[in-house]
């Protein structure tokens, strides 16, 4: 089968856990590039970056940065994770995309989502609005961009009758688009009802709380009459090294800060005690963080009880130093991709 596995990163810059000190912002975003470039050698086929705002994060907007790892990839798929759809304009979103499809010669894809911060929402005017039917009318809106030849605009510039025609046009014929979702129900059958592949992000937990979710998003997809075959991809946090206890030692200070939130975490929010995360990477939990072949192991054994498509690795939250996430990158391009891919046929 074509199973996807790449990673995704939301840009976090915050005090490093070990040391205490915080990364520069321009340093930041040249990491970024530096491991989509790292992943893009180790043979992996996606590169993701999530949208965040304010003083802890680089990506406001994505489709900037993912512009600039563009040039310098050629075979790399390019897409946000996610895009912040309550919080944007679906006009100028599809431009932008559209711009990066023909830039990277058709690699770009769309994850998106309706979370965004009370804080973002504040400063947007948008805190006191019904957010779920706020992103309901942008989703749709920018289907309708995508799937009108030519794309129009209908809005404010739209005067007297006369349409603006959006370009460039994206270069792939049907822009990939998919729906972020943290596991709701509504979220999941809207994906189903609107046959957009579902982009699942977990963070901790046991795993098998994904198995009715997929299955409830499957079920929506048949209800609807849409392909039941609809990719599914799965965004967990994750981090190889030589031995367990390496990748455990080295990554818990780091995963424990930042892994088990969708974003930055705050001084309030909870950390993992080690025995805790020892737990979230073992057989059951849903870090796929270990050797190579527990790894391996994890991979193939999630991949067989959802049958997802897709595999998008956070390896940097938290802060986990630049160095480790391109040893963790090389790792899993170079010996863990081939024996999934073999074990999955």
């Known amino acids: 089968m074509n199973f996807e596995i790449g990673i995704f990163s939301l840009g976090e810059v915050v005090p490093d856990p070990v040391t205490g000190t915080r990364p520069d912002s321009r340093q930041r975003l040249r990491d970024i590039i530096e491991q989509a470039e790292a992943a893009e050698r180790a043979g992996l086929t996606v590169i993701g970056v999530g949208e965040n705002h304010g003083t802890d994060v680089v990506a406001a907007f994505p489709v900037v940065l993912l512009s600039a790892i563009a040039g310098r990839t050629h075979l790399l798929r390019l897409t946000t994770a996610v895009s912040v759809l309550t919080a944007g304009d679906p006009v100028r979103l599809y431009e932008q995309i559209a711009m990066l ?50 794309p129009t605009f209908a809005g404010p510039l739209a005067r007297d009758g006369v349409e603006l025609e959006l370009e460039p046009r994206p270069l792939q014929p049907c822009l990939p688009i998919w729906l972020g979702s943290s596991g709701t129900p509504a979220s999941v059958a809207r994906a189903g009802a609107l046959g957009l592949p579902l982009a699942l992000l977990r ?108 595999l998008l690795l956070r390896m940097d939250a938290g802060g986990v130093p630049h160095h480790l996430v391109l040893e963790s990158i090389t790792l899993l391009g170079a010996e863990v991709v081939p024996r999934v891919r073999a074990a999955l046929g």
């Not at 309706?114 to 992103?135: I, K, M, P, T």
């Not at 048949?222 to 990719?231: H, K, Q």
């Not at 799965?234 to 030589?242: D, E, K, Q, S, T």
């Open 101 to 150: 499809d023909n830039i990277s010669g058709g690699r770009a894809e769309l994850i998106v989502g309706r979370g965004a911060s009370q804080r973002v929402l504040r400063a947007l005017g948008l805190e006191q609005q019904d957010h779920d039917a706020l992103f309901e009318e942008k989703l749709r809106r920018l289907l309708t961009l995508r799937e009108t030849s030519p």
């Open 203 to 310: 963070t901790h937990g046991p795993f098998t709380g994904a198995v009715p979710v997929v299955s409830a998003y499957r079920r929506a997809l048949e209800a609807s009459g849409r392909d039941v075959g609809t990719p599914v991809g799965l965004n967990v946090p994750g981090f190889v090294a030589r031995t367990p206890a390496q990748a455990r030692e080295l990554s818990h200070p780091y995963f424990a800060a930042g892994a088990r939130s969708h974003g930055p975490v705050g001084p309030a929010d909870p950390r993992w005690s080690r025995e805790e995360y020892d737990r979230e990477c073992g057989p059951d939990g849903t870090l796929v963080v270990g050797d190579v072949d527990e790894v391996v192991a994890k991979i193939v054994a999630q991949q067989r009880a959802l049958g997802h498509q897709r």
